[in-house]
DNA sequence: TATATGTGCAACTTTTCGGTTGCGCAAATA
DNA sequence: TATTTGCGCAACCGAAAAGTTGCACATATA
């Protein structure tokens, strides 16, 4: 089985998921109560995003608490930075074409 | 067919794919010497990519250009701000909490 | 101790995905 | 005009994904 973050958020029961619990911790049931499927298919979503190393478990007596590994987030953001510094770097040339328009009206 | 921009970035060739064209315009034969399968799998790509609006296409003569829509790209960052405020909330607070050890210490 | 509750796991089914092959069409070229 | 080239599209195939059902097991509770 191949596992990596981005075909863990592919799913969007699975960001639903993610969002929530990066609230706070829940267990599979309290999860599952928003979702219109069964407790075990969450409960299978759950093991994909703990597998992919996004969230981890926290057993507090016959309940498991599930709570985000924000830290492995930032896997996602890195990727997406390379597309940030190019527009990012369109912006400033705007920024600048606009100033070179403003100076040659002065 | 449900298409969003995180299933299209799910897929590592399309990733890939993404990254190419990033920095310059390809077409599709010079897109799929990059990669060890056919033309018509990268051209399957190409038109995920396309629906979800990742990518746009530029005719010339027989040849089409397939650019990035880098704007499309900040639909994900977006999606992952929720995540950053979270890790940058939690690193000042790490930073207060070790300018307070270091009050206490003087 | 007997029962209820919270959970994970395995088996099975249906759908989706990524790939190949074969085709047709338009543009370039001989 | 005949041929080559670049491309998209449709049909098909095997693998993987996502869901359901049924079960076992541990922990609470009566």
New binding site residues.
């Given amino acids: ?3 990596d973050i981005f ?1 863990a958020i ?5 960001r639903a998921i993610i969002t929530l619990i990066a609230l706070q911790a ?5 999860l ?1 109560e928003h ?14 995003l ?1 597998e992919c190393e996004l969230i981890k ?1 926290e ?8 709570q985000l590994e924000i830290d492995k987030m930032k896997e996602i953001d890195k990727w997406i930075e390379q597309f940030r510094k190019i527009w990012e770097t369109r912006f400033n040339q705007l920024d600048d074409l606009l100033s070179t328009i403003k100076k040659q009206k002065k």
């Fill in positions: 089985m191949r596992r075909q592919a799913d969007p029961t699975r829940m267990t599979p049931n309290a599952a979702f219109d499927t069964t407790r075990q298919a969450v409960s299978k979503h759950l093991r994909i703990t478990q057993h507090k007596g016959r309940e498991i608490y599930y």
